[in-house]
């Protein structure tokens, strides 16, 4: 492992499990805590690399299986890595294909050497086991990587969850092992669902392999709020406070602060982007739908405590407009105002943790969203 890569615990708030720190990779330092934009096939849809600077994006996502699929991962090295072909010169992190093992699970099986996808696109097999998730990471080029894991469904049965874990050990391993670029941190995922037991077997078996990094995945997969909160309390103080810790795939606001609470780092999600294509966005003052029929004059502002371009130059009534004729600066400004507004609730955070008033951060939120359209 490059000794370009180094986590700061700067500071641990008195109110809560939250960090604040600072993870060091070869592009570039992330304050944590930190959300990372999802760019699935090598873009964040409808979103400039400028505009994820503007809004406060440290660090971004990208797809392996897709990427693999299209263009391939050869043609992604021979264009000049993923930074190039992003044109985004920040850090990068490539997720292993895990999560499609629970997205695509009509097209795919498995066994305990391979997963074998049946492409979405055309038919064609990809065939993905440990070493050749590794290789296709390689060849992608991103700062971090993921180990190949099982990612099984919230209502799987328990000897399910449990084979997923040993799996997903036995894959770490060989992940590890198969690992020849020493600019790249991998992370080892956590698995068990949302049974503290069989979480404790997961981490125990990963930490000894002493990943840089480790990733707390099966989660936001169909159980409710509250047992993903018991499940992160039970699961984060196992692993090292040492090193970064990332979780998979969350992505409401409120999920991030509770997240953050219980000593999470790291977190991405497709929800701000996805859920602006739909007209929806998350402001201060709580969820706006912009297609109701009660914005159609409405000359405010999409919300007044934000600074992006489509709160400071358009009113709702416009960007209503936008949406009922299909025009796609809709779902271009939105995507940037969603993508502002939960960098803001990390950079918020990471202050709050700063002065020990992480509890009073959640409470607050939870207060301006609940009293707000």
């Not at 180094?6 to 960090?19: E, I, N, T």
């Not at 859920?275 to 999409?302: C, E, M, W, Y």
């Not at 939105?334 to 509890?359: C, D, F, M, P």
Request: glycine share 8%.
């Amino acid at each position: 492992m490059s000794a370009s890569f180094q986590f700061h615990l700067d500071h641990l708030d008195a109110s809560s499990a939250a960090r604040a720190g600072r993870w060091v990779t070869p592009h570039g330092v992330v304050e944590t805590p930190a959300f990372m934009p999802v760019g699935t096939r090598g873009t964040v849809k409808g979103v400039w690399p400028h505009e994820l600077r503007d809004a406060g994006a440290q660090m971004i996502l990208a797809n392996t299986y897709h990427l693999a699929l299209r263009p391939g991962e050869e043609v992604v090295r021979d264009l000049g890595g993923l930074h190039r072909f992003m044109n985004w010169d920040g850090p990068i992190l490539t997720d292993s294909g895990g999560f499609q093992v629970f997205s695509l699970s009509d097209l795919r099986r498995m066994d305990d050497d391979k997963v074998v996808f049946r492409s979405h696109i055309d038919g064609s097999l990809l065939e993905l086991t440990p070493q050749r998730a590794i290789q296709i990471q390689e060849a992608l080029g991103a700062d971090c990587i993921m180990c190949l894991d099982e990612c099984p469904p919230a209502n799987a049965p328990r000897q399910q969850i449990l084979e997923a874990v040993d799996r997903t050990t036995r894959w770490a391993a060989i992940c590890r092992d198969s690992q020849l670029r020493t600019d790249q941190a991998l992370f080892g995922i956590v698995q068990g669902g949302i049974d503290p037991g069989l979480r404790a077997r997961s981490a125990e078996g990963l930490i000894p392999l002493d990943f840089p990094g480790y990733a707390i995945g099966g989660l936001s997969v169909g159980e409710a709020p509250a047992d993903m909160y018991k499940t992160l309390e039970a699961t984060a103080p196992l692993l090292p406070e040492e090193k970064p810790r990332y979780l998979m795939g969350v992505g409401r606001p409120i999920d991030i602060i509770e997240a953050v609470l219980r000593g999470v780092d790291l977190f991405d999600c497709v929800m701000p982007t996805r859920n602006a294509r739909n007209a929806t966005a998350f402001t201060s003052q709580g969820i706006v739908k912009l297609r109701n029929a009660k914005h159609i004059r409405d000359t405010g502002p999409l919300d007044p405590d934000c600074a992006c371009p489509a709160c400071t130059q358009y009113s709702r009534g416009v960007l209503r407009h936008l949406f009922h004729v299909g025009e796609m600066l809709g779902p271009m400004l939105l995507s940037v105002h969603n993508l502002t507004y939960y960098q803001k609730i990390v950079r918020e955070l990471r202050l709050a943790i700063r002065e020990n008033r992480g509890q009073e951060f959640r409470l607050a939120h939870l207060a301006a969203v609940s009293s707000g359209p």
